[in-house]
């Protein structure tokens, strides 16, 4: 009899995706079955997989585009092959040509490339939260006075149209926000606080796909994030909540940034 291999969380984001078979699913529901917080967490994940399925619905139904079609394709690749002798030619001409140079340099002009990877947005975000939200005294560096003037500024700083979102509805004011540094240049960071007292940031940097991506929840201890991707923007928003009131917070933010 061969053993079940374990569940992972490749399996739980393959049954979010609807990529497991059918004796794999079963055994994910069963395990969802016997888990309460597991299985609110896997139908919050697919509640806004088919959100955002819905809102590209629009995208996926469009034609193919001329310049991809087969018959294209077929006469570009045709062009090519009368070309492809020549750049062979070219490229060993360079290969050789190179290989002389590089024989020729000192070893002191070679330098190896440096790969910098992105910390997650929700790392980021995270790590801002602690820094500035327990503050009293200086938790923003432009008050909520001056509105304008701060989503103006950290427009101009990222080099995209910002908002601070209007999350008054949800009992979150505004009460100013700052310019950060981020991996790859600078991140923006609006802070809220509720009646209560307790601070909700949410953090918007350039960066990250082309394609929108679904919402990604995290827990650290006490703080607890959603992040996504959208317009090559990522974003995060970070508060010392529940999975549920925050994802009502981040559904807000990200209907207010489509709108823009």
């Keep these: 009899m061969t053993a079940r291999r374990p569940l992972s969380d490749d399996d739980l984001q393959a049954y979010v995706d609807g990529r497991l078979d059918a004796a794999r699913r079963a055994e994910v529901d069963a395990y969802l079955e016997s888990d309460a917080e597991a299985a609110r967490r896997i139908a919050g994940q697919i509640a806004d997989r088919d959100d955002l399925r819905a809102r590209l619905a629009s995208v996926a139904a469009e034609p193919i585009p001329a310049r991809l079609s087969i018959a294209h394709l077929r006469s570009e690749r045709r062009g090519f092959a009368g070309q492809r002798f020549g750049a062979v030619a070219a490229a060993l001409a360079c290969l050789l040509i190179g290989g002389a140079g590089g024989w020729l340099a000192s070893e002191r002009w070679h330098r190896a490339p440096t790969v910098v990877a992105a910390a997650p947005v929700a790392d980021a975000a995270m790590v801002a939260w ?128 489509e709108a823009l």
């Design 130 to 257: 602690r820094t500035y939200a327990v503050e009293v005294a200086h938790p923003v560096e432009v008050s909520a006075d001056q509105e304008a003037h701060l989503v103006q500024w950290l427009s101009r700083r990222l080099g995209r149209k910002l908002t601070a979102p209007k999350l008054d509805a949800l009992g979150l004011k505004l009460i100013g926000g700052r310019l950060l540094p981020a991996t790859n240049g600078p991140a923006a960071q609006f802070m809220y606080e509720d009646a209560q007292g307790r601070r909700v940031t949410v953090y918007v940097r350039p960066g990250g796909d082309a394609e929108p991506s679904a919402f990604r929840f995290e827990r650290t201890g006490e703080l607890a994030a959603f992040s996504w991707i959208d317009a090559q923007l990522s974003y995060a928003v970070v508060a010392q909540t529940d999975r549920d009131h925050l994802l009502g917070i981040a559904r807000a933010i990200y209907q207010q940034y």
